[in-house]
């Protein structure tokens, strides 16, 4: 399965899943996992959890930076490139499109209609990807305390979450996870 | 547009961890340069989130549309990708190549533990001003419920999910504010 095929495979399965990820990339991270770690087999799991925290750890836009690194390793760097352009660029045009759209008819019923039945879904997607995150990075006790103090930080407090990555960081630095 | 260009620049250094970019965001369109007020600003971070794609670089797509329409998106979404992205990148390829490194492995298995943690937290702000209504906390947890406990794949539950929502928005009307 592996050979010219998988760059331009991968690229176009990110380009889809980049017009499918209604409530962010993170809503189809299950999705991706699938597709590269179970049916293709060009990361392993640990890979996949460890591009993702890499991805959360640096700054600027976390997924595109996380499927360019996907993208790398399966193709080098033109595979890179493609995977970041097909995560950011058909959302891209959906979202200036959308935009015009969405500001001319900002009053309508059906626009509030619309809001107040994705809304639920969307954050529905959003903690269940955060979920099965956590079940392919926590492989003990003390990361699923790591994963739910982050979890209570960020919804009680308004602590900057770079704090919380530093913490984790120096936990796991320590060798205690 | 150079304006536009860094102030997106910036608001890509300051997003780390999921949820980080909409603050620094939110300093930059509505603190420092008032180009947008509060409202519109939770209008745009609204469409950009149920829309499918990167949603932080959604913001920088909108405002830039809003301000000087299509020259002004392209302005703020490069100045969001193109540098953040490229120095990232090579850091995280360096990181790559030495995850032999214990120390390395201890942190990112932490910044993961977290990360995932802040994904779950900020699903779960985002429910918060949803939490009385009954309808919308039915859906998120059967979303969730279909994401995480079943091996269905997100299109599955999302084309299931969407449109009965929608539907009991339109009919109950709890999405009128």
């Known amino acids: 399965m592996s050979g010219p095929s998988a760059p331009v495979a991968l690229t176009l399965h990110l380009a889809l ?19 590269v770690v179970v049916a293709n087999g060009w990361l392993t799991d640990r890979e996949f959890a460890n591009f ?10 976390n997924m595109i930076l ?10 080098g760097l ?12 058909p959302p891209c045009a959906i979202y200036y499109f959308a935009y015009r759209v969405w500001d001319r008819f900002r009053d309508a ?11 639920p879904v969307t954050i529905g997607l959003i903690i269940g990807g955060g979920t099965v995150m956590a079940r392919a990075a926590n492989t003990n006790w003390q990361s699923t305390i790591v994963t739910a103090a982050a979890a209570a930080l960020i919804l009680w407090t308004r602590v900057n979450p770079i704090w919380m990555l530093i913490t984790a960081a120096t936990v796991g630095a320590l060798g205690l996870l | 547009m150079p304006v536009l260009f860094i102030g997106f620049l910036k608001v890509a250094f300051g997003s780390i961890g999921g949820g980080g970019g909409i603050v620094f965001a939110r300093r930059l369109v509505v ?16 469409l950009c989130q149920f829309l499918p794609g990167p949603n ?34 090579s850091l995280g390829m360096w990181i790559v190549r030495n995850t032999d490194l214990a120390i390395l492995q201890g942190i990112l298995r932490g910044v993961s533990a977290a990360a995932a943690g802040l994904l779950i937290g900020t699903g779960l702000r985002l429910l918060m001003p949803h939490r009385d209504e009954a309808m919308a906390l039915f859906f998120v947890v059967l979303v969730f419920v279909g994401l995480v406990f079943t091996k269905l794949p997100l299109l599955a539950v999302l084309l299931a999910a969407a449109p009965l929502s929608v539907t009991v928005a339109a009919i109950s009307g709890w999405g009128k504010r």
């Open chain 1, 78 to 89: 033109p595979t890179a490139i493609a995977s970041a352009l097909a995560t950011f660029g």
């Open chain 2, 56 to 89: 932080i670089v959604g913001i920088a797509v909108c405002v830039g549309t809003r301000l000087r329409g299509p020259a002004g998106a392209l302005a703020g979404l490069a100045g969001f990708t193109v540098i953040p992205v490229t120095i990232s990148f």
């Open chain 2, 31 to 46: 603190e420092q340069r008032r180009w947008t007020d509060d409202r519109e600003f939770a209008d745009i971070l609204s």
């Open chain 1, 109 to 119: 019923t059906w626009q509030r209609i619309a809001r107040g039945g994705l809304v």
């Open chain 1, 66 to 75: 996380m499927m360019s690194l996907i993208g790398w390793r399966v193709g």
């Open chain 1, 52 to 61: 993702f925290a890499i991805a959360q750890a640096l700054p600027g836009p």
């Open chain 1, 17 to 35: 899943l980049s017009i499918l990820s209604f409530g962010g990339i993170p809503s189809v991270l299950p999705d991706i996992r699938n597709y």
